[in-house]
């Protein structure tokens, strides 16, 4: 069963810090270039800025935080830098997770696993496993992950549990077998790097999202910069379809 409702479907609270943080970590390879050092170093200092933003929301009570680490479109990249990528993905996961388990932070990962090399695959099942109880903290990282592909995956997984729904189903069947079904919809997309789309992440769950696109490169979001995309949020009037005048009464 799904454990939240689409905010299509009911009104949702929305609260001064948001529960549900989504960002798209963008500029890595830019970061780098003007700097005049591999693109592969962006990514390293990167995984620094993560560290960062996660501390960040454990300090402010923030419950979900979820990366969109690696697109199904990035494959498309050079395969140097491909493998660059994984295998940082890899040390992460190994230099990290006690961490995280040692804050009471969860770690989960979505998207198509089907092209991660075993090694990869034995390293997050152990993480999850380990971290799958705690409760400060839900990380999800999307990796291998598209939108497009999250829906489709969905319908064929009800279908292939419930063939009673092959004629029909409605928002709350589907998603219960979306990736994302054990949280709620992200309150806060940011996106770094300033490039203003959302790019095949989260399709879904952005329905109602409060969008937050900056010019700051992802190695240089710092709690500055992240201070700022709460400003920008808490100055948002959310009204899920109202007019203001009801969101002032029901206030």
Not at 170 to 192: Q, V, W
Request: charged share 25%; glycine share 6%; with cysteine.
């Amino acid at each position: 069963m799904a454990l939240f409702a689409s905010s299509t479907q009911d009104i949702p609270e929305s609260p001064e810090v948001p529960r549900h943080i989504a960002i798209i970590m963008d500029g890595n390879g830019r970061w780098a270039k003007k700097r005049f050092l591999p693109r592969v170093m962006g990514h390293k200092r990167g995984v620094e800025t993560v560290r960062d933003v996660v501390k960040q929301c454990v300090n402010l009570g923030v419950e979900y935080l979820t990366l969109f680490a690696f697109s199904s479109e990035n494959w498309r990249r050079p395969p140097d830098e491909v493998k660059f990528l994984m295998g940082l993905f890899m040390e992460a996961l190994k230099r990290e997770v006690v961490k995280l388990h040692q804050n009471h932070i969860r770690l989960v990962l979505i998207g198509d696993r089907s092209r991660f090399d075993p090694q990869l695959l034995k390293e997050i099942h152990e993480a999850e496993k380990l971290t799958q109880h705690n409760t400060r903290l839900t990380l999800t990282i999307a990796a291998n992950y598209g939108g497009r592909w999250d829906i489709h995956q969905a319908v064929q997984r009800m279908i292939h549990a419930r063939p009673e729904l092959v004629n029909g189903f409605s928002e709350s069947d589907l998603a219960d077998y979306l990736s994302m079904h054990y949280a709620p919809e992200p309150d806060l997309f940011i996106r770094t790097g300033g490039e203003k789309r959302i790019s095949n992440f989260l399709l879904w769950q952005l329905a109602y999202t409060e969008l937050y696109f900056t010019d700051t490169l992802w190695p240089d979001f710092d709690e500055h910069a992240f201070s700022h995309s709460l400003q920008s949020y808490r100055q948002r009037e959310r009204r899920f379809g109202r007019t203001s005048e009801q969101v002032a009464s029901n206030a």
